[in-house]
Nanobody, 123 residues
Framework: QVQLVESGGGLVQAGGSLRLSCAASGRTFSGYAMGWFRQAPGKEREFVATISSSGGSTYTQDAVKGRFTISRDNAKTTVYLQMNSLKPEDTAIYYC????????????????WGQGTQVTVSS
């Protein structure tokens, strides 16, 4: 059983920064790609960023490219999302997830999810 626990969310003014963390249990962390998704009120959960098992490859969606950076520390079994230049439209619950198979950008390809952490950006 894999457990994912997000932390680091909060309330920040537009232009500010937050760093989200996702701590994973289990010894198989380094063998899987990880992803961050977000869900705003009334909207579907959407892809934000993904990172390969080794950390050598990353991809972020266009809306956050250049502002958000995904990284991981396999020794600490933790994945991070550094969020800079935050905008009110970034307000959402942010979830980390472990990839299983299929498209890295599709939430149905992820098998384990954290409980989410709220990020609120005020204007």
């Amino acid at each position: 059983q894999v457990q994912l626990v997000e932390s680091g969310g909060g309330l920040v003014q537009a232009g500010g920064s937050l760093r989200l963390s996702c701590a994973a249990s289990g010894r198989t962390f380094s063998g899987y790609a990880m992803g961050w998704f977000r869900q705003a009120p009334g909207k579907e959960r959407e892809f934000v960023a993904t990172i390969s098992s080794s950390g050598g490859s990353t991809y972020t969606q266009d809306a956050v490219k250049g502002r958000f950076t995904i990284s991981r520390d396999n020794a600490k079994t933790t994945v991070y999302l550094q969020m800079n230049s935050l905008k009110p439209e970034d307000t959402a619950i942010y979830y980390c997830a472990r990839h299983f198979r299929g498209s890295y950008y599709d939430k149905s390809s992820y098998i384990y999810w954290g409980q989410g952490t709220q990020v609120t950006v005020s204007s």
